[in-house]
């Protein structure tokens, strides 16, 4: 993006006020979520939300919109920041950092992904923890409780919501993101989106369990992908009056041209996460999918990909110290301990992986129909007055509609075992 056209000058103007805060005279084209929701509906796309374990799947996602001139978001679960070297601390001014030196001109927004709200004390811990993350220029959440009854999420989402600046984006969930055959239904996304609505909180995405799941499918036991994107359509139709579009999670080994489909289903943000890993750690992928390869019980490296073997060995070291099996999806909590040397490897291997990690975002992003996307972004800032993205929604639902005696679930228990949010 020229950096010289008045439109672009305009949207660094009207940035977020956290954002301006943070950044000051610098041309960092970091925007509101809001934003980025509605420029997405305006046009039909999707926006690639890709989950930053390591500080060179940033650079490669933002080099992918850079050259295709389309805005991403720049994703790290609650979780995520506890086992991963990017954190909520650092990915603001790594971004910055990677849109400089790669010319500028990037327009994305960074979005707190699964902050998990799991009982009262996180719900009173969340308060002064999200409000440090919008100082420090974070300008997206998505609030997730869904690992409670209907009732509680409704409660928790809310409480937590109003704690979140109206002029950033919003993303809730209803529904744990499990893996096929665990479907949210049309009336607890009603019974959700409905509840929010009429407490003053409207989302812009509604995160569902429609089948998908985080991390590999691992084809040895038998897993496949299976995102009902009929259960999606239904959902997204049900919630379109409140303004609510559908956040697909668990993309990662999907074949791309399904991924191609889902913005006739009601998608508008693809989440992304475990392929990047995968392009870090050069293990052998699937070529339509990016699905990682196991074999005889294993994750198997490619030596020509990725990080150097001899530092895979390390980690598979660590692995099996740690007791995870080989084809574990704990892998992920390497990230951290093995941050340093990741980061310390030669030019050459941190250019291959984020040639790589930009290649495979270029594809999400023209099978998101999001080439160019940052015009129609531009756009919708030039529409506003000023900095403020706060929607202007109404609010349709009664609160008489919503309590809990006619909560879906009627309250009762959901699963507080494995942790499903990233």
Same mark, same amino acid.
């Given at each position: 993006?020229?950096?010289?056209?008045?439109?672009?000058?305009?949207?660094?103007?009207?940035?977020?006020?956290?954002?301006?805060?943070?950044?000051?005279?610098?041309?960092?084209?970091?925007?509101?979520?809001?934003?980025?929701?509605?420029?997405?509906?305006?046009?039909?796309?999707?926006?690639?939300?890709?989950?930053?374990?390591?500080?060179?799947?940033?650079?490669?996602?933002?080099?992918?919109?850079?050259?295709?001139?389309?805005?991403?978001?720049?994703?790290?679960?609650?979780?995520?920041?506890?086992?991963?070297?990017?954190?909520?601390?650092?990915?603001?001014?790594?971004?910055?950092?990677?849109?400089?030196?790669?010319?500028?001109?990037?327009?994305?927004?960074?979005?707190?992904?699964?902050?998990?709200?799991?009982?009262?004390?996180?719900?009173?811990?969340?308060?002064?923890?999200?409000?440090?993350?919008?100082?420090?220029?974070?300008?997206?959440?998505?609030?997730?409780?869904?690992? !409670?009854?209907?009732?509680?999420?409704?409660?928790?989402?809310? /409480?937590? *919501?109003?704690? #979140?600046?109206?002029? $950033?984006?919003? &993303?809730?969930?209803?529904?744990?993101?499990?893996?096929?055959?665990?479907?949210?239904?049309?009336?607890?996304?009603?019974?959700?989106?409905?509840?929010?609505?009429?407490?003053?909180?409207?989302?812009?995405?509604?995160?569902?369990?429609?089948?998908?799941?985080?991390?590999?499918?691992?084809?040895?036991?038998?897993?496949?992908?299976?995102?009902?994107?009929?259960?999606?359509?239904?959902?997204?139709?049900?919630?379109?009056?409140?303004?609510?579009?559908?956040?697909?999670?668990?993309?990662?080994?999907?074949?791309?041209?399904?991924?191609?489909?889902?913005?006739?289903?009601?998608?508008?943000?693809?989440?992304?996460?475990?392929?990047?890993?995968?392009?870090?750690?050069?293990?052998?992928?699937?070529?339509?999918?990016? !699905?990682?390869?196991?074999?005889?019980?294993?994750?198997?490296? /490619?030596? *020509?990909?990725? #990080?150097?073997?001899? $530092?895979?060995? &390390?980690?598979?070291?660590?692995?099996?110290?740690?007791?995870?099996?080989?084809?574990?999806?704990?892998?992920?909590?390497?990230?951290?301990?093995?941050?340093?040397?990741?980061?310390?490897?030669?030019?050459?291997?941190?250019?291959?992986?984020?040639?790589?990690?930009?290649?495979?975002?270029?594809?999400?992003?023209?099978?998101?129909?999001?080439?160019?996307?940052?015009?129609?972004?531009?756009?919708?800032?030039?529409?506003?007055?000023?900095?403020?993205?706060?929607?202007?929604?109404?609010?349709?639902?009664?609160?008489?509609?919503?309590?809990?005696?006619?909560?879906?679930?009627?309250?009762?228990?959901?699963?507080?075992?494995?942790?499903?949010?990233?």
């Amino acid at each position: 993006m020229d950096q010289d056209r008045r439109s672009f000058r305009e949207l660094l103007e009207k940035r977020p006020l956290n954002v301006q805060s943070v950044f000051g005279s610098e041309p960092v084209a970091l925007v509101s979520g809001r934003d980025i929701a509605a420029a997405a509906r305006s046009v039909g796309s999707i926006v690639l939300a890709s989950n930053v374990r390591n500080p060179l799947t940033i650079k490669g996602v933002l080099k992918a919109a850079r050259e295709l001139e389309a805005f991403v978001m720049l994703e790290l679960a609650k979780s995520e920041a506890t086992y991963c070297g990017c954190t909520f601390e650092n990915v603001p001014q790594l971004a910055a950092r990677y849109s400089s030196e790669l010319g500028g001109g990037v327009l994305f927004g960074l979005h707190v992904d699964h902050y998990a709200i799991r009982s009262r004390e996180d719900l009173l811990a969340s308060i002064p923890h999200l409000r440090k993350l919008v100082e420090l220029g974070w300008t997206s959440v998505a609030v997730d409780a869904s690992h !409670n009854p209907d009732w509680e999420n409704l409660c928790f989402t809310r /409480d937590v *919501a109003m704690h #979140i600046p109206a002029y $950033l984006g919003l &993303e809730v969930e209803v529904g744990e993101i499990k893996g096929p055959g665990e479907l949210t239904t049309v009336e607890e996304a009603l019974f959700f989106i409905g509840g929010l609505n009429s407490w003053r909180i409207f989302p812009d995405f509604l995160a569902i369990s429609n089948g998908s799941k985080h991390g590999t499918y691992d084809s040895t036991a038998g897993e496949v992908e299976g995102i009902d994107l009929e259960r999606t359509r239904e959902i997204a139709e049900a919630v379109s009056p409140f303004g609510v579009t559908i956040a697909q999670h668990g993309i990662s080994g999907t074949p791309l041209d399904k991924v191609s489909r889902f913005s006739e289903f009601g998608i508008n943000k693809g989440n992304v996460g475990t392929l990047w890993q995968n392009i870090v750690f050069g293990l052998e992928m699937d070529p339509v999918t990016g !699905n990682a390869v196991v074999k005889d019980g294993s994750y198997v490296k /490619d030596p *020509a990909r990725g #990080i150097t073997l001899e $530092l895979w060995e &390390e980690i598979v070291k660590w692995a099996d110290g740690q007791g995870l099996s080989r084809k574990s999806g704990d892998y992920k909590k390497a990230n951290r301990p093995f941050d340093e040397a990741i980061m310390a490897l030669p030019e050459g291997i941190h250019g291959r992986i984020v040639e790589e990690t930009a290649e495979w975002a270029k594809r999400f992003i023209r099978a998101f129909h999001a080439e160019g996307s940052s015009e129609a972004l531009m756009e919708i800032v030039s529409e506003r007055p000023d900095h403020n993205a706060a929607p202007e929604q109404a609010v349709i639902a009664s609160r008489k509609d919503h309590y809990r005696e006619i909560a879906p679930d009627r309250g009762a228990a959901k699963d507080k075992g494995k942790d499903f949010s990233d």
